[in-house]
């Protein structure tokens, strides 16, 4: 008797053990679906109100047991890798426009420290065959919707998040260089050495990155020998309402940055309705046939403005990250 | 132990001569030069290689193709000689599955050196992710490495039982080693069992895993969206090439081996006949998936491809790519289809022949297409335009080079070559056969 009872209680440990283990299996699942489920709008308000966890996923709680705290700052924190909650950024490149002035260039370039040979943004001096007309084509990075780099990333470095910008853990990165090979449009670039940005250690009190700790949304800053950088969409700009430092650098609006799913894009002086411009100027984005899905769409270089000529004055074909010393 | 005798005396392992022991040391020079030029890397960084961000893949990762690619000659023999039950097999198999362990060993270091932070390799297993065909890297190896070491060790436990008996006055020092090794080896019927059993299971295992260990160091490239890798030929095209890459080697090394040691009458004409056909299929393979590879774009190619092809058909590789297909593949073919082909000092230098072309191979895979991306490369250094490997490159990869063949010259020195137990059991068979015969 006395064996017996010892002997089921051992069994129902064994069993709670059991349990327990599935059901903290089950809950990542749960949960893990849940924060995919819940990038669609929800339309069911009975009195709940939907909050998003530290850890990125949104649970759904009463409203009664909400209680509101004015200004507080957590509103602002949200978890790097998951994204900003329901936004989907994208950029509009008016190629028309573009007449190489290179200011979004060294903007990038100065706010992000980029201190190696590479840009992150390049202006590409386009010729399609003989018999069309030449333009420049603005490139960053294209925040992929089906990003080969993150693919093949082994060690989630690179990863995607849900407002569609592709970020880098440059904490992380092994330096393998694979999501540089996989990327069909070369905007990667490497820290061959060590990179020599001694001015953002020293400098503590550049208001940009008033919190030195490097992040994946302060890309760049730091730089770390034997990783990989890339244009992030300045995801530090757009979290403070800003936009991202070509946009505002361009003194001919040829960037327009927005949310998809506001349908509305600006470059700092006009706000369009994203679908619309699309439709009018027939965007398109760049090498549509690999199945990348961009974000980064593009106007064709009709009706051109300016002249192709001019912008020769600013090409260097050897350089796009000018040096200090 | 009176019948192993005369067999033991050409067989066991040999002190070296002055020339093993010249080889030796230069191969332990050339990779402590290759360490401290690695050291330097740690240091300075990818800079001291000629890497940059368009090629940001050099010899490093051809290499590492190439050592993948030569372990599978462990796969390949035990698929086909020892399975089969191949009588001819028995001098061959061992030197086979040295070389599969020596490679895929350095095929493991090589991976290492290529990347930019070692010191993050635990992230590899803390943050890994299954959809990178690295992650599936990271396991297969690993396993491959464990499986070529059993398959090479269980076959040696009786003779590490003779070798311990035969060294007992000679070399009490090694005798104790091989009385270690040999797990005490009694040669009893039960263990026997195991052993066969083990053997059977483990060479079962290591033909899927050999497979996959290639096809997966294709999809290293496929799963790119690069002109040139972007291809569903990858895995067929990888594996044959691997074929030609690992017997190959097993040639070169073999007729080394048999020189050395003198082992003629042991590795006799006849294993270079047969391993010489096996060749010329493996080439005539490859040669087909080339074909595949590099014919049918030429009809099909779109503007980009059609300025890769060109650039290895006719322009800056062309030297390199028809050394590669002719050297590498058509003359062995045409030379092997002979019978004075196939006899042992040409097969060697056309094994020799095809190793080289089959690491420029690998080259010719990396390099090229990383040098012409969908997008012009602008606003980089001139120097970007190209690539050809720093001297750092050149002295590490040297370096692994040389360790592997250190590593296949510790194994030959200590292990016997050719089985001992299962020769002196064929004899007797052979002995008895005849006997029945007369
Ligand atoms: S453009 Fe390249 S780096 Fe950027 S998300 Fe796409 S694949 Fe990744
Ligand atoms: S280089 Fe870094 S970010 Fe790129 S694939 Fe490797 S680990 Fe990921």
Known sequence: ?325 | MKKYDKLLNDLAPKKFGKLGTIWTISLIVIIIIGIIAYIDQLIKGQVVTNMRDYTLWGIYISNFVFFVATSFVGSVTVAVLRLTKNNWRTPVVRIAEIISLAAIVMAGITIMIDMARPDRLLNLFIHARLQSPITWDVIIIPTYIVLSLLLLYFPLLPDFKILKEYFKDKSPKLSKWYGKLSLNWTGSKAQKAIQTKSIQIIALMIIPVGLILQTIDAWLFSTTYRIGWDSTNMGAYFISGAFVAGVGALITVIYVVRRAYKLEHFITDNHFDKLGKFLVLACLTYLYFNINEYLIPTFTASKEEEIHLNTLISGQYAPLFWFVIIGGLIIPIIVLLFKKGRKPLPMFIIGLVVVIASWWKRYLIVTPTLLHPFLPIQGVPESWHHYFPSIHEWLITIATLAMALLIITLLVRYLPIIPIQRTADEQEELLKNTKNAE
């Open chain 1, 1 to 325: 008797m006395k064996n017996n009872k010892t002997n089921s209680r051992r069994k129902f440990i064994d069993k709670g053990i059991k349990l327990s283990l599935l059901t903290a299996i089950g809950g990542i699942g749960l949960t893990k679906l849940a924060s995919k489920l819940s990038a669609k709008p929800t339309s069911n308000s009975t009195g709940k109100i939907e909050l998003m966890t530290t850890e990125g996923t949104i649970i759904q709680v009463d409203s009664s047991e909400v209680m509101e705290m004015d200004n507080s700052k957590k509103h602002k924190e949200y978890n790097v890798r998951e994204g900003m909650p329901n936004r989907k950024f994208v950029m509009v490149v008016d190629l028309a426009k573009c007449k190489n002035a290179l200011k979004c260039q060294s903007a990038c370039n100065k706010y992000h420290y980029i201190t190696g040979d590479n840009a992150w943004l390049k202006v590409y001096k386009m010729q399609e065959s003989k018999d069309t007309a030449p333009y420049w084509m603005p490139t960053t990075c294209q925040h992929c919707d089906h990003p080969a780099c993150v693919t093949v990333c082994p060690v989630d470095a690179t990863f995607k998040r849900r407002d569609g910008l592709v970020l880098i853990d440059n904490k992380r990165c092994i330096g393998c260089r694979f999501c540089m090979a996989a990327c069909p449009y070369s905007t990667r670039v490497f820290n061959w050495s060590d990179p020599n940005q001694g001015e953002i250690t020293l400098a503590k009190d550049l208001k940009m990155h008033d919190h030195q700790k490097s992040s994946p949304e302060h890309a760049g800053v730091p730089s770390i020998k034997g990783t990989v950088d890339k244009c992030d969409f300045c995801p530090h700009a757009i979290q403070e309402g800003k936009l991202p430092h070509c946009v505002t650098a361009c003194p001919n609006g040829v960037f327009y940055f927005g949310d998809k799913y506001e349908d509305t894009v600006t470059n700092g002086d006009e706000t369009l309705r994203f679908s619309k411009l699309l439709k009018d100027k027939s965007g398109y984005r760049i090498m549509e046939g690999l199945g990348t899905e961009p974000s980064v769409y593009y106007l064709p270089p009709v009706d051109r403005l300016v002249d192709f000529e001019k912008g020769l004055e600013n090409y260097t074909e050897f350089q796009s990250v000018e040096k200090s010393k």
